[in-house]
């Protein structure tokens, strides 16, 4: 089976190359797309000097536009999105890559320990897990996690994906609605973490208000 991973990144040439050189220590993986969604840092420059297929957006697209935008150069059986800063923990896709493989699930997520810091009060994470339960009675633990396997099959019948912070939740539900197979898989991945500061607060209302559109428009579709 061929794998393909993708990485949407924006403004991430702090970590990128951490990143990408645990996925490139992946023996399953047979080929790296990373996407960069008009980011104003050095992000693109990191990314080609590691060896991957890299599409340069022009401006900013938001993640779920990032991933649409490598659709056309997907051709594998298995297909993995990674945030672009997980540094060293992007090699723990291989759990979600494997339960994939062996045939377990049509959709892995990857579920991550508890934050290191507090963040916000779990609202957004909340809506996300409510929804997800209402929708196929299944209990997330990381309900908003950008780190997912799934087959091509799959792939074909959940994109184009929603476009911007609500693209993993509509993923999600949509999957259930479809008969799709979903499991979370524990992992040990991390990423950078917002706090209780402005900047987290913000970050974390952008989330809220594009999870509720998200529900939204999954309702007006009859999902």
Same mark, same amino acid.
């Given at each position: ?36 969604? %008009? ?11 590691? %060896?991957?297929?890299?599409?340069? &957006? ?5 993640? =779920?536009? /990032?991933?649409? /935008? ?6 594998? !059986?298995?297909?993995?999105? $990674?945030?672009?800063?997980? @540094? ?18 049509? $959709? ?11 963040? %916000? ?18 209990? /997330?633990?990381?309900?908003?996690? =950008?780190?997912?396997?799934?087959? =091509? ?5 959940? *994109?184009?994906? !929603? ?12 999957? #259930?609605? #479809? @008969? ?19 900047? @987290?607060?913000?970050?974390? =209302? ?11 428009? &999954?309702?007006? *579709? %009859?999902?």
């Amino acid at each position: 089976m061929t794998v393909t991973v993708v990485l949407p990144a924006f403004n991430e040439e702090t970590r990128i190359v951490d990143t990408l050189q645990a996925v490139k220590g992946l023996s399953l993986v047979d080929e790296i797309i990373v996407v960069n969604d %008009g980011s104003t840092d050095r992000t693109a420059e990191q990314a080609s000097q590691i %060896g991957v297929t890299l599409i340069d &957006l022009p401006i900013n697209r938001g993640k =779920g536009g /990032a991933m649409n /935008a490598a659709l056309p150069y997907i051709n594998s !059986d298995i297909v993995v999105f $990674l945030d672009a800063d997980l @540094g060293a923990s992007a090699a723990e896709a291989v759990k979600i890559i494997q339960v994939v493989k062996d045939g377990l699930c049509d $959709l892995a997520i990857a579920a991550f320990p508890p934050p290191a810091r507090k963040g %916000g009060f779990g609202l957004v994470k909340g809506t996300a897990a409510w929804a997800i339960r209402r929708a196929g009675k299944m209990e /997330a633990t990381s309900p908003l996690s =950008g780190q997912r396997a799934m087959t =091509g099959r799959a792939l074909e019948m959940l *994109s184009p994906f !929603d476009e911007d912070y609500g693209v993993e939740l509509g993923m999600t539900i949509k999957a #259930l609605a #479809l @008969g799709l197979r979903v499991q979370e898989v524990p992992t040990t991945m991390s990423h950078k973490e917002t706090g209780r500061d402005i900047q @987290g607060f913000l970050h974390r =209302g952008k989330q809220f208000v594009d999870v509720i559109r998200v529900l939204n428009k &999954l309702r007006r *579709s %009859g999902f």
